[in-house]
């Protein structure tokens, strides 16, 4: 019978945890970069169009 260490499975995924946080970001940074502030500002739009900010009554998503 093979008795595996639990600090060794807590490691690993501490590890994995940190290692995705720091892909995460950099691939966000990598993407934000690339599209631009033009694309910034579409999904603000969006986010603001779903989120309600807009302070009117958005009939698409009530239809869905």
């Known amino acids: 019978m093979v008795v595996r260490p639990r600090c060794r499975t807590r490691t690993m995924f501490v590890v994995g945890v940190s290692l995705g946080t720091v892909v995460g970001i950099v691939v966000g940074s ?35």
């Open 30 to 64: 990598i993407v934000a970069m690339r599209l631009g502030d033009e694309a910034v500002g579409v999904v603000r739009s969006w986010l603001d169009r779903m989120s309600g900010r807009n302070n009117r009554v958005n009939f698409e998503l009530l239809l869905q």
